[in-house]
């Protein structure tokens, strides 16, 4: 599960799930005037042992920046993204746990 969203509390701009094998494909649009800077968050319970070892109870958020050269001014795509392979067994820098209030 993850979303992709501007760094605001209140702006997302899409969410998806991947598929059975871990792929997505995501993007959205904002009408801001301002300048954007998205992010995509995932929202997850790979090797989670959560709180008194019951792995339900909590879910591991990890951040990652889009670079600007990937923003689009119009509302189509001019560039995918790739980010690549990304082990979500691995605690990532800056990564958050969640044990109370779950957007999952």
Same mark, same amino acid.
């Given at each position: 599960?993850?979303?992709?969203?501007?760094?605001?509390?209140?702006?997302?701009?899409?969410?998806?799930?991947?598929?059975? #094998?871990?792929?997505?494909?995501?993007?959205?649009t904002?009408?801001? !005037?301002?300048?954007?800077?998205? @992010?995509? /968050?995932? %929202?997850?319970?790979?090797?989670?042992?959560?709180?008194f070892?019951?792995?339900?109870?909590? #879910?591991?958020?990890?951040?990652?920046?889009?670079?600007?050269n990937? !923003?689009?001014?119009?509302?189509? @795509?001019? /560039?995918? %993204?790739?980010?690549?392979?990304?082990?979500?067994?691995?605690?990532?820098?800056?990564?958050?746990?969640?044990?109370?209030?779950?957007?999952?």
């Open positions: 599960f993850l979303l992709i969203e501007v760094p605001r509390p209140d702006t997302n701009l899409a969410t998806v799930e991947t598929d059975s #094998q871990g792929r997505f494909q995501v993007f959205g904002d009408s801001s !005037i301002f300048t954007i800077h998205p @992010v995509v /968050r995932f %929202y997850h319970r790979c090797n989670n042992r959560g709180i070892n019951i792995p339900q109870l909590c #879910q591991r958020e990890s951040t990652y920046k889009i670079p600007k990937y !923003i689009a001014k119009s509302g189509m @795509v001019d /560039r995918w %993204y790739e980010m690549g392979t990304v082990n979500m067994e691995a605690k990532q820098r800056g990564e958050q746990t969640h044990c109370v209030s779950n957007p999952l």
